[in-house]
C-alpha cells in the first residue's frame, strides 16, 4: 500500500474502533460489577423474607395463593418447590432453575447464578409447620447482559454505527493531514514542469505545525531556484549581447585579412569565417533562447497559416538538402491557421526539418506532414518530421530538448550542431499552447511532433464540413 492517504485513513480507522470497542465493553463491565455487586446484597437481604412469606400463604391458603402474591418487580418469574423438590403447581422446572433449587437446598443460603435470560435467586426456607421449600426467583437480565446477547441483526446495527462513525471521522483526519502534502506534491510537478513561479498557497503555511514549516521551506527553495534561474539566463543574454560586438570586429578583421592574404592562407581564413558564423548562431539562438525564457518580449500576435508557412520551410530546407544527397518530401499538409508569432513558428518548424535533414541517411528523405486533427472535442495542428538516421536512445528522448544536450557529442560537434534548435522549438511551441514530443520510428529513424491548438472546436468544423 504506497498511498499515505489509505495508511493514515486505515490506522485511524482500526485504532477507533478498537479503542471504541474497549472503551464500551470496559465502561459496560465496571458498571455491571457495581451493579452486580449492589444487587447481590440486596437480594440476599430480601429473598429469605419473600421466601419466608410465599411458605406461610402456601401453608395457610394454597398453591393458588402463592401465585396470586406474584413477586413485585424487579423480579419476573416464580418457583415454588415443596419438600419432594417438585413445583407446587405440577409445571416442569428448567434445568437452571432445578439447578439453583438443589444448591439453594443443600447450602440453607441465598443462590444466585446469572443467565441468558436473567439473573436466578434461590432461597430455601421452613414452614410454619416445619416443611421445607424452596423459593426462585428470576430478574431480568442486566443491561451489558442484554448488549452481548442482542439479536444478530442489532448486533450488525451496532458494529456497522461504529465503523461508519470511525469511517467518517477518520476519513476526515486523514484528509486533513494529506491534503497539504498532495497541494506540495502538485507545486512540485509544477515546478519540475518549468512553473518556476509555482509556490505552496497560504493555506498550508498557516496551519502552524510541521507540515506549515515544510511549505515555507519550499517556498523558500522554489524562490531561490527561480532567483537562480533568472539570474543564469540575464547572465546568458548579457555575455551573448556582449560578444556580438568583438564578433563583429573580427569579421571586419577577418575581411580585412583576406585582401593581403596570399594563396597558402585562404584556407585558414575560410575556416576561420567558418567558425565565426557559427559563432554568430550560436550567440544568436542564445539571445533568442533567452528572451523566450524571460519573457520580457511579449509575443506578437497574428493570424498565421501554418500550411503556407510549413511549405515554405519545407521548400528552403529541401534546397540546401540536395546539395548533401538529402531531400525533405511533403506529405499531407491540411488548411491550417493559428494566432501566433509567424517567426516563433517558422524558428520552430525550421530547427527540427533542418535537425532532420543533419541526421538522416544519405540518399534518404525527410518526411513531413501537417495534419487537423481532433482531440477532446478540440483540434489541433500536428506537425509531423520524420528523419530516417539512427535514432534516438530511449531513455534521451525527453531529454534532446534540453539546452546544449547532446545525444553523441563528436558526431554532434563534427556537424556543426550546437543543441539549442530543439531548446527553442520547445519554447516557442510551449508560448503558443502547444506541446513538443519524440519518439523513435519502428522502422528507424526519429519522429518529432509538435502539437498546436487550433481556435476551431471540432464541432464546428463538422458542421462546416456537413454544409
Same mark, same amino acid.
Given at each position: 500500500?504506497?498511498?499515505?492517504?489509505?495508511?493514515?485513513?486505515?490506522?485511524?480507522?482500526?485504532?477507533?474502533?478498537?479503542?471504541?470497542?474497549?472503551?464500551?465493553?470496559?465502561?459496560?463491565?465496571?458498571?455491571?460489577?457495581?451493579?452486580?455487586?449492589?444487587?447481590?446484597?440486596?437480594?440476599?437481604?430480601?429473598?429469605? /423474607?419473600?421466601?419466608?412469606?410465599?411458605?406461610?400463604?402456601?401453608?395457610?391458603?394454597?398453591?393458588?395463593?402463592?401465585?396470586? &402474591?406474584?413477586?413485585?418487580?424487579?423480579?419476573?418469574?416464580?418457583?415454588? /418447590?415443596?419438600?419432594?423438590?417438585?413445583?407446587?403447581?405440577?409445571?416442569?422446572?428448567?434445568?437452571?432453575?432445578? %439447578?439453583?433449587?438443589?444448591?439453594?437446598?443443600?447450602?440453607?443460603?441465598?443462590? +444466585?447464578?446469572?443467565?441468558?435470560?436473567?439473573?436466578?435467586?434461590?432461597?430455601?426456607?421452613?414452614?410454619?409447620?416445619? &416443611?421445607?421449600?424452596?423459593?426462585?426467583?428470576?430478574?431480568?437480565?442486566?443491561?451489558?447482559?442484554?448488549?452481548?446477547?442482542?439479536?444478530?441483526?442489532?448486533?450488525?446495527?451496532? +458494529?456497522?454505527?461504529?465503523?461508519?462513525?470511525?469511517?467518517?471521522?477518520?476519513?476526515?483526519?486523514?484528509?486533513? *493531514?494529506?491534503?497539504?502534502?498532495?497541494?506540495?506534491?502538485?507545486?512540485?510537478?509544477?515546478?519540475?514542469?518549468?512553473?518556476?513561479?509555482?509556490?505552496?498557497?497560504?493555506?498550508?503555511?498557516?496551519?502552524?505545525?510541521?507540515?506549515?514549516?515544510?511549505?515555507?521551506?519550499?517556498?523558500?527553495?522554489?524562490?531561490?531556484? #527561480?532567483?537562480?534561474?533568472?539570474?543564469?539566463?540575464?547572465?546568458?543574454?548579457? *555575455?551573448?549581447?556582449?560578444?556580438?560586438?568583438? /564578433?563583429?570586429?573580427?569579421?571586419?578583421?577577418?575581411?580585412?585579412?583576406?585582401?593581403?592574404?596570399?594563396?597558402?592562407? *585562404?584556407?585558414?581564413?575560410?575556416?576561420?569565417?567558418? #567558425?565565426?558564423?557559427?559563432?554568430?548562431? /550560436?550567440?544568436?539562438?542564445?539571445?533568442?533562447?533567452?528572451?523566450?525564457?524571460?519573457?520580457?518580449?511579449?509575443?506578437?500576435?497574428?493570424?498565421?497559416?501554418?500550411?503556407?508557412?510549413?511549405? %515554405?520551410?519545407?521548400?528552403?530546407?529541401?534546397?540546401?538538402?540536395?546539395?548533401?544527397?538529402?531531400?525533405?518530401?511533403?506529405?499531407?499538409?491540411?488548411?491550417?491557421?493559428?494566432?501566433?508569432? &509567424?517567426?516563433?513558428?517558422?524558428?520552430? +518548424?525550421?530547427?527540427?526539418? &533542418?535537425?532532420?535533414?543533419?541526421?538522416?541517411?544519405?540518399?534518404?528523405?525527410?518526411?513531413?506532414?501537417?495534419?487537423?486533427?481532433?482531440?477532446?472535442?478540440?483540434?489541433?495542428?500536428?506537425? $509531423?518530421?520524420?528523419?530516417?538516421?539512427?535514432?534516438?536512445?530511449?531513455?534521451?528522448?525527453?531529454?534532446?530538448?534540453?539546452?546544449?544536450?547532446?545525444?553523441? %557529442?563528436?558526431?554532434?560537434?563534427?556537424?556543426?550542431?550546437?543543441?539549442?534548435?530543439?531548446?527553442?522549438? %520547445?519554447?516557442?511551441?510551449?508560448?503558443?499552447?502547444?506541446?513538443?514530443?519524440?519518439?523513435?520510428?519502428?522502422?528507424?529513424?526519429?519522429? +518529432?511532433?509538435?502539437?498546436?491548438?487550433?481556435?476551431? $472546436?471540432?464541432?464546428?468544423?463538422?458542421?462546416? $464540413?456537413?454544409?
Amino acid at each position: 500500500m504506497r498511498s499515505l492517504f489509505m495508511k493514515i485513513f486505515l490506522w485511524f480507522w482500526v485504532a477507533m474502533v478498537l479503542v471504541s470497542a474497549t472503551l464500551i465493553f470496559s465502561v459496560a463491565e465496571t458498571q455491571t460489577t457495581f451493579a452486580r455487586a449492589s444487587e447481590d446484597r440486596k437480594d440476599c437481604a430480601v429473598t429469605p /423474607l419473600l421466601a419466608a412469606n410465599f411458605a406461610n400463604v402456601y401453608e395457610r391458603q394454597g398453591a393458588s395463593a402463592v401465585y396470586l &402474591r406474584y413477586p413485585p418487580p424487579p423480579y419476573t418469574s416464580l418457583y415454588f /418447590l415443596g419438600e419432594d423438590g417438585l413445583e407446587i403447581s405440577g409445571r416442569v422446572l428448567p434445568p437452571a432453575v432445578h %439447578e439453583i433449587a438443589q444448591r439453594a437446598k443443600d447450602s440453607g443460603q441465598t443462590q +444466585i447464578t446469572a443467565t441468558r435470560e436473567g439473573r436466578l435467586l434461590g432461597q430455601s426456607v421452613m414452614g410454619p409447620s416445619g &416443611r421445607h421449600y424452596v423459593l426462585v426467583l428470576q430478574t431480568p437480565a442486566h443491561p451489558f447482559a442484554d448488549f452481548l446477547y442482542a439479536r444478530p441483526v442489532i448486533q450488525v446495527m451496532r +458494529i456497522a454505527a461504529v465503523l461508519l462513525v470511525a469511517g467518517f471521522v477518520c476519513f476526515w483526519l486523514a484528509h486533513e *493531514i494529506t491534503a497539504p502534502v498532495r497541494r506540495l506534491s502538485a507545486v512540485a510537478r509544477q515546478l519540475a514542469g518549468g512553473n518556476l513561479a509555482a509556490r505552496v498557497g497560504e493555506g498550508s503555511i498557516r496551519r502552524h505545525d510541521e507540515i506549515a514549516d515544510l511549505a515555507r521551506d519550499f517556498n523558500y527553495m522554489a524562490a531561490q531556484v #527561480e532567483s537562480s534561474m533568472s539570474d543564469q539566463r540575464r547572465l546568458i543574454g548579457d *555575455i551573448s549581447h556582449e560578444l556580438r560586438s568583438p /564578433l563583429a570586429r573580427l569579421g571586419v578583421a577577418l575581411g580585412i585579412a583576406r585582401r593581403h592574404a596570399n594563396a597558402g592562407s *585562404i584556407a585558414a581564413l575560410d575556416r576561420m569565417q567558418l #567558425e565565426i558564423e557559427r559563432l554568430n548562431e /550560436l550567440i544568436g539562438n542564445l539571445l533568442k533562447l533567452a528572451r523566450l525564457e524571460s519573457g520580457v518580449e511579449p509575443m506578437k500576435r497574428s493570424p498565421v497559416n501554418l500550411d503556407s508557412l510549413t511549405r %515554405e520551410v519545407a521548400e528552403d530546407a529541401d534546397f540546401e538538402a540536395r546539395n548533401r544527397n538529402r531531400r525533405v518530401r511533403i506529405g499531407t499538409v491540411d488548411a491550417c491557421s493559428i494566432e501566433g508569432s &509567424r517567426e516563433l513558428l517558422r524558428s520552430a +518548424i525550421d530547427n527540427v526539418i &533542418r535537425n532532420a535533414v543533419n541526421y538522416t541517411a544519405e540518399g534518404t528523405e525527410v518526411e513531413l506532414s501537417l495534419e487537423r486533427v481532433c482531440d477532446s472535442s478540440e483540434e489541433h495542428a500536428v506537425i $509531423r518530421v520524420r528523419d530516417h538516421g539512427e535514432g534516438v536512445p530511449q531513455q534521451a528522448l525527453d531529454k534532446i530538448f534540453r539546452p546544449f544536450y547532446v545525444v553523441d %557529442e563528436a558526431r554532434q560537434r563534427s556537424a556543426g550542431r550546437v543543441g539549442l534548435g530543439l531548446t527553442i522549438t %520547445e519554447r516557442a511551441v510551449n508560448l503558443h499552447g502547444g506541446q513538443v514530443k519524440a519518439e523513435n520510428s519502428p522502422s528507424g529513424g526519429l519522429v +518529432i511532433e509538435l502539437r498546436l491548438p487550433l481556435q476551431s $472546436r471540432c464541432e464546428l468544423v463538422a458542421q462546416v $464540413r456537413d454544409m
